[in-house]
């Protein structure tokens, strides 16, 4: 009977879980790749995609938008947001090149190589830049954020339910690459 508050924070690490089982497609991807084995275009469309919509709309605009503000507002933790931030554009970076190397590939140029090194960058990235994050979380956590703000966070996040939406066919769409045979083997 006692109804869990999920806190603006949990939220956030929560779209990290999501982003880690992305991860692990993606590094799949890239390794089958640079082994020279097929992966159907639509599924890396539907990576880049993922990385655009989930990543980006959903995931960085949370923290560009709500939490990282009301943490700055403490005049705290400033030099590490400025941080985060410049990996959020770097970020963006990779994410456009993927998707240019990909439409090229579809158009019928060999972009493999590109494709795959774009991938394995992005991944790099993500492991280091969720890192950071995390002990990010950890510091807001411990040394501003009371129970009360945090919940009034959450309450933003939530009152976008059409990111709640997004979000759950997200989820879809990387279950559906999970299950796909060249993840699997």
Known sequence: ?????LSATNSLREDHKQIRRLDK???????????????????????????????DSIHYSREEDSYFPCVASYDHLKQEI??????????????IQIKKHVKRWKNGEDAREPVARFLKTYST????????EENFFDKAEAEIISKEEEFEMYEQFKSVMTVSK?????????????????VQN
Request: charged share 30%; aromatic share 14%; proline share 1%.
């Open 125 to 132: 990235y993500l492991m280091d830049h969720m890192k950071k």
């Open 82 to 95: 400025r941080a985060l931030l410049i990996e959020h554009e770097f970020s963006r970076r990779i994410a």
């Open 25 to 55: 497609v993606i590094i799949k991807c890239y390794t089958e790749l640079y082994a020279g084995k097929n992966i159907p275009i639509s599924d890396l469309e539907k990576i880049t995609i993922i990385i655009e919509e989930f990543f």
């Open 1 to 5: 009977h006692s109804f869990f508050l």
């Open 166 to 182: 997004k979000m759950e066919d997200m989820i879809k769409e990387i279950e559906y690459l999970e299950n796909q045979d060249w």
